[in-house]
């Protein structure tokens, strides 16, 4: 079933890897789906993006315009968590000034970041950076700064770049919010999870309810209007009744965006140790199917756009960093147990704090240069990248663009071996306005390998049904790229 076989998506990215153990970027997993099994997604590992871009240069070889930073610290780890963390004890909050551990490994993120090469003629300056963790918000303003200051330094960064910050309640005051907005962070994604007491301790969550509701009141008082909720269903003995609850008063409190995310059971974490996939108390995927169901109306009735599998946004907040990773543009990525993405290849950091030190040693000492370009680039691992991750969204892949890349032999193969997808509601074909064909209309057009070329816009999956059996509708795609 489907939580129990969970694979992190970009591990299961054909480009190859580099440097290390690779460690996707928080936002990004790939699962084993079924008709009646929700799509399972991570928090934010990692719209549009200003850059050089030509007719003649692929997007996998454009200066990336996007950067990633990983700041690991955690007041103690979640049951449900297995991301490269650095624990601080539960009475770490806002007013760990002088931890140690936390300066010494935010120089050694900017020594990183210093040391990093870049081979491209010219280089935009970056127009999205995301600060995930971990608890980002644990980390003191003064050094959040030397990061921006650096990557300014290094890069440059756009006046109107989106600064996005992971917070946790009870990790932040409104002096140390203003202060990081000071800074130039003007996206916060807020670590909810749930709005019920015995759910968040179930989770091994450091904050209760009360740090909740005074952490939207911070946000709300500093005037931050770029805002996300995170929620997480199918926890440990949670109720239908219970996720109606936490999706109303997620409503009520009017984030800009929400982050919705089906609990995956990973076999190194505490919720490893103590449950099974799809058994009681954890509800079954027929119920977790409901979940998904119900937050795809609950938000689209409050007018939220759902835009990505696990996003929803109001018009014109959507989160234009994860949106490069949708969109399979490059990133850079910082940080311990970060991946970037350059060149048409993933490269990872150590997942260890002793590796990742010795990582960026190497760097410094001219050991490691993944920068360069790599001719060895499968196309065809590319084409299957895309699939992926165009099927995530809303807008759906892009098949003028696909053929162009990939040819028109595939790109109608692709069509025709959804077509029983499409007459069963679970795919849609769109022309380039995005107007919906018929099934009768569709029927016609896979008769003519010519007309499918010329007249197909865009294909995407349903919402919330196509979005349900996403995997194996990808995995139709795979057999058709790389039969």
């Known amino acids: 079933m489907l939580k129990s076989t969970i694979t992190p998506m970009l591990l299961t990215l054909h480009s190859k890897t580099k440097s290390h153990n690779f460690l996707p970027l928080k936002t990004l997993t790939l699962y084993n789906a079924s008709p009646q099994s929700p799509p399972t997604v991570r928090r934010n590992a990692s719209t549009t993006i200003s850059t050089v871009e030509t007719l003649e240069t692929p997007s996998y070889k454009l200066p990336p315009t996007s950067a990633y930073i990983h700041l690991p610290f955690c007041r103690k780890r979640c049951h449900y968590c297995d991301f490269p963390i650095v624990a601080l004890g539960s009475s770490s909050t806002q007013t760990a000034e002088d931890d140690p551990r936390i300066s010494d490994y935010i120089h050694l993120?900017?020594?990183?970041?210093?040391?990093?090469k870049t081979h491209f003629d010219q280089h935009p300056p970056l127009e999205t950076v995301f600060f995930g963790g971990g608890t980002p918000s644990l980390v003191p303003p003064r050094l959040v700064a030397k990061v921006l200051d650096t990557l300014r330094l290094k890069f440059g960064v756009s006046l109107d770049a989106e600064i996005s910050m992971e917070m946790d309640p009870g990790t932040f005051d409104d002096k140390k919010l203003k202060e990081l907005i000071g800074l130039g962070v003007n996206r916060v994604s807020l670590g909810v999870q749930a709005f019920q007491e015995e759910l968040l301790k179930v989770c091994g969550r450091a904050h209760g309810v009360k740090e909740v509701y005074e952490a939207i009141e911070v946000i709300g008082s500093c005037g931050v209007g770029n805002w996300s909720m995170d929620l997480i269903s199918s926890l440990p003995n949670q109720t239908q009744e219970m996720w109606e609850e936490s999706l109303r008063l997620t409503v009520e409190a009017q984030p800009s965006h929400v982050s919705v995310y089906d609990l995956q059971i990973e076999k190194d974490t505490k919720f490893g140790a103590l449950y099974t996939p799809g058994e009681f108390p954890l509800p079954s995927d027929t119920q977790s199917a409901k979940f998904y169901r119900m937050a795809s109306r609950k938000f689209g009735e409050a007018n939220y756009n759902h835009y990505e599998v696990s996003s929803y946004s109001k018009s014109g907040f959507e989160c234009k960093h994860n949106y490069t990773y949708w969109i399979n543009k490059p990133f850079y990525a910082f940080g311990l147990g970060s991946a970037s993405y350059i060149n048409g290849t993933r490269y990872s950091r150590p997942k260890k704090l002793k590796d990742y030190t010795n990582y960026v040693k190497d760097l410094e000492g001219g050991l490691i240069d993944w920068s360069?370009?790599?001719?060895?680039?499968?196309?065809?691992?590319?084409?299957?990248?895309?699939?992926?991750?165009?099927f995530r969204t809303s807008k759906g892949l892009e098949f003028k663009s696909f053929i162009k890349d990939y040819g028109s032999a595939v790109g109608v193969e692709l069509c025709k071996v959804y077509e029983p997808y499409m007459k069963s509601g679970h795919v849609l074909f769109l022309d380039d306005q995005r107007r919906e064909f018929t099934e009768d209309e569709f029927s016609s057009l896979v008769l003519d390998d010519e007309k499918l070329e010329n007249e197909i816009g865009f294909i995407r999956l349903s919402d919330p049904d196509g979005f349900l059996l996403s995997n194996e509708l990808i995995s139709l795609a795979f057999g058709v790229i790389d039969p």
């Open 372 to 390: 360069q370009e790599d001719d060895d680039v499968d196309e065809g691992e590319m084409a299957m990248d895309t699939v992926m991750l165009s």
């Open 109 to 116: 993120l900017i020594r990183e970041i210093e040391a990093t």
